[in-house]
């Protein structure tokens, strides 16, 4: 049984999930099933990854009830709309092999077409009324987005999943959620997504930060178990991304140590407000990816 966080409609959720953004479709079924024998009961993916199905497909080779695992999936910003949104919720049911979804959730403001995304949302809504869906939610929301959504829609939002790390860990956003009772989810805990070739190589690494290799070596774990560590000791759902068996199971081992309040302390100080991942008030050519029926 794995630690779990209940959102704010009480729906029970595990705390740290694997994430599969950039996982390889022919790696996700592998990772998923690692993930799942190593415990795991909770698993992020979208619509715009491509690879869903290949999660249910490591789901049912893990031969773990669906059932017992808690499935997150993302509606692509070129599937918003209120209809369009509806019929994402069957693509991405259809894909994945199963009748219900744990959490769906918005990938993207848009805010080059808010109204659309308030339709989208609004069909999360329906789902949620219909038990399609168990919670419904956002990602890389900033705080006039929510603002926006909540003056225009029913619902508060269950999570909203935004890029969070120590050199990135947006005060902001985490204090705007918590006023509107929302649980933040931590995408790239680790730090550790680069997303295009070229992209943010002048980056530095929280992995190989010296104060977080101090508090490692003190705990006897890995940076990377102590980052996951933080965002837990937090309270926030963490989703870290790996493909790599060691590593899946590594980032689940983070259950049996407690970090300090001085240390906590510590890591909250390294944020450096630059973002690893794009902005979400930009609108992108990639928010024209259509996603396939199957
Ligand atoms: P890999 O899939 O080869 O393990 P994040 O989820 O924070 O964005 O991090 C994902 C990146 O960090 C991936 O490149 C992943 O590579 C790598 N990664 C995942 N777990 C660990 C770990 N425990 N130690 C070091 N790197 C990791």
């Known amino acids: 049984m794995t630690p779990e966080l209940v959102l704010n409609n009480g729906v029970a959720m595990p705390a740290l999930g694997l994430g599969v953004f950039q996982s390889p479709p022919e790696e996700t079924a592998a990772a998923v099933e690692t993930a799942l024998k190593v415990g795991y009961r909770h698993v992020d993916t979208a619509a715009a990854y491509g690879n869903e199905r290949q999660v249910g497909e490591g789901i049912r080779r893990a031969g773990v009830d669906p059932a017992d695992v808690f499935i997150e999936t993302k509606v692509w910003v070129s599937d918003y709309g209120y209809d369009e949104t509806l019929h994402a919720f069957d693509k991405a049911a259809r894909k994945i092999g199963v009748d219900r979804l744990d959490l769906l959730i918005l990938h993207q403001p848009a ?24 919670a419904i939610g956002v990602s890389n929301f900033m705080r006039h987005h929510l603002d926006e959504l909540r003056r225009r829609t029913e619902i508060v939002p269950s999570v909203n999943q935004i890029e969070l790390h120590p050199y990135f860990s947006q005060p902001d956003v985490q204090k705007a959620d918590a006023e509107l009772g929302i649980l933040t ?41 102590v ?68």
């Not at 560590?229 to 963490?238: I, K, M, T, V």
């Not at 407690?258 to 992108?284: C, F, H, K, Q, Y």
């Open 111 to 134: 805010p080059d077409r808010f109204d659309r995304t308030v339709a989208a949302y609004q069909a999360l809504e329906k789902l949620l009324a219909d038990g399609a869906v168990r």
């Open 185 to 225: 989810q931590a995408w790239s805990p680790i730090g550790g997504i680069t997303f295009y070739p070229g992209w943010g190589e002048e980056r530095r690494n929280v992995l190989e930060d010296p104060a977080v290799g101090t508090i490692a070596e003190a705990h006897d774990k890995t940076p990377a178990q």
């Open 227 to 294: 980052l996951l560590r933080w965002q837990l000791q937090h309270g926030r759902s963490a989703i870290p991304k790996s493909t790599n068996p060691g590593r899946i199971a590594e980032n689940f081992d983070v259950f049996g140590f407690e970090l300090t309040a001085g240390e906590m302390a510590r890591i909250d100080g390294l944020d450096l407000g630059v973002r690893n991942g794009p902005d979400p008030e930009a609108s992108r050519e990639i928010f024209d990816l259509v996603i396939p029926e199957d």
